[in-house]
């Protein structure tokens, strides 16, 4: 009996808090959810480490930069069908910066804004899953 082989796809999303009850958002620029936000992300490039590439991404995505050494490991999100495109596996980070801090959209965004915790958005994959278990790990 042979068993089809199923692509998997590896990324890592990042969860950027204020002191004060804000969360980081992007806004994509293309499909999947083009128009939609959602946590500064992506893939992980050959050779990187998740945490690396979470670090990468807000920086690429959002004009925040971090060591990888400041992000906390919140967990692995690997739900079949938590993305369109096929089977992705993110692992999802946190960081808390102070109010105020400065993003400037880039990469694939078309906006960086900060939101209020408690006001948000609807949100592109399972980026509301992935967020709801940060803020649980947190409070």
Known sequence: MSAACETIRYTADVIVTTTDG??????????????????????????????????????????????????????TFDQPGRDPRGRYVTVAYQLTVV????????????????WPLNALPPLAFDHADILRTAMGSTS
């Open 99 to 114: 109010p105020g801090t400065i993003v400037e959209p880039g990469d694939d965004a078309v906006r960086a804004e900060w």
């Open 22 to 75: 804000y969360v980081l958002l992007i806004e994509r620029g293309w499909d999947p959810y083009a128009g939609r936000w959602a946590l500064p992300g992506g893939h992980v490039d050959s050779g990187e480490t998740s945490r690396a590439a979470a670090a990468r991404e807000l920086a690429e995505e959002a004009g925040v930069y971090a060591v990888p050494e400041e992000l906390t490991q919140i967990g």
